[in-house]
């Protein structure tokens, strides 16, 4: 959003920093030295842009060019690291890719492992990534909760060996080991009480 501040003698009009480039636009009713630095400072603005990274106010988790450009976005946007931040990266960096992944396959598909794997570490690594780029602990609730959503929205249909039916020998031997107790413990109910009647 454009900055303005005036005085009796001139006025500026200042568009904030992007990325590292101001815009400064002067109105004056003293043109010769407050033009000259209007344009001395746009210049200087313009001669730095994409040399030298925004300073942070905050530690970035890494050096690297991808991890910079993270922390220079959560900074110009949202003034930290925040989860919100994290959020928004991950709406535009990682998810889309996993989703155009999965979309160029047929949903049949989707339910084989070895088919979906990789993108899936993928979409693991890149949220990954940021959180660490801003030092946010990975996992945390916000990757959770995206695990969650890709699951129910690819993965619901299909089948869990986890809550799949045991095989039907295992099920005979549940079912009957129950039923064969029950008569060798009534006999021994039975056995102790007749024992203990006798006996007074």
Known sequence: MPRCTQSNKFRFIIHGCRLGKTHLYYFSDMKGALGFIGVFLSFLCDTTHGDIPLPLSFACGTNAHSCMEY????QQYFGAPTMVCLHTLLEHMCIPKFDNAMTSMKSPNWCTWGNVSNY????????EEISDCLMIPWPNPLVEQTFVDIHSRFFKECPSEELSDPPPVIVMALVITPICLIPLMVSLVVLKTKNGDGSS
Do not use: M
């Open 71 to 74: 922390c220079s976005i959560c």
């Open 120 to 127: 899936y570490s993928n979409l693991s690594h890149c949220t």
